[in-house]
């Protein structure tokens, strides 16, 4: 089993009704090195106490007194980080079981790669599957510019 640990990185901005299921996704992973830092962005709903209902020691909650929106949600979580390997999963989204082991074995695997993304499957609130959906950038220097500014995807 591989030692590289993994910073997850969880903005969270009135989440609350999904919120729960993402973080659950993640503790249910089968790669256990990880830590998942969460960032309530200032919340106007439930996120907070959600969030807070958590007690485990692989998790760390921070609570911004305003929203610094999701890129500065994600770079104060970055600061916090103590990972090797460092992945960003919104509030809103599931990862399968085995999302981190594919990530450390294409890492072990290919060691000329320092970043990798993935396929997402968007699906509808009332759980209807809307198929694959993929942005594809495949220029670092253009992803850096949009992890500053935005959401990669465009969201």
Request: proline share 5%; glycine share 6%; hydrophobic share 40%.
């Amino acid at each position: 089993m591989s030692v590289l640990k993994i910073s997850v990185l969880m903005p969270a901005y009135n989440a609350g009704k999904y919120i729960a299921d993402a973080i659950e996704s993640v503790l249910n992973q089968t790669y256990p090195n990880f830590e998942l830092l969460i960032a309530d962005d200032a919340s106007t709903d439930s996120t907070r106490s959600v969030i807070d209902a958590y007690n485990d020691p692989r998790i760390s909650v921070f609570h911004n007194h305003r929203n610094l929106k999701k890129p500065g949600a994600v770079q104060l979580l970055f600061g916090y980080s103590a990972g090797e390997i460092i992945t960003i999963h919104d509030a809103d989204d599931i990862s399968l079981p085995e999302r981190f082991e594919k990530i450390i074995r294409l890492f072990e695997m290919r060691p000329d790669v320092f970043m990798c993304g993935h396929s997402i499957e968007r699906i509808s609130e009332k759980g209807k599957p809307l198929g694959l959906y993929r942005k594809k950038i495949a220029d670092f220097e253009e992803i850096k510019k949009q992890m500053a500014d935005t959401n990669t995807d465009g969201d």
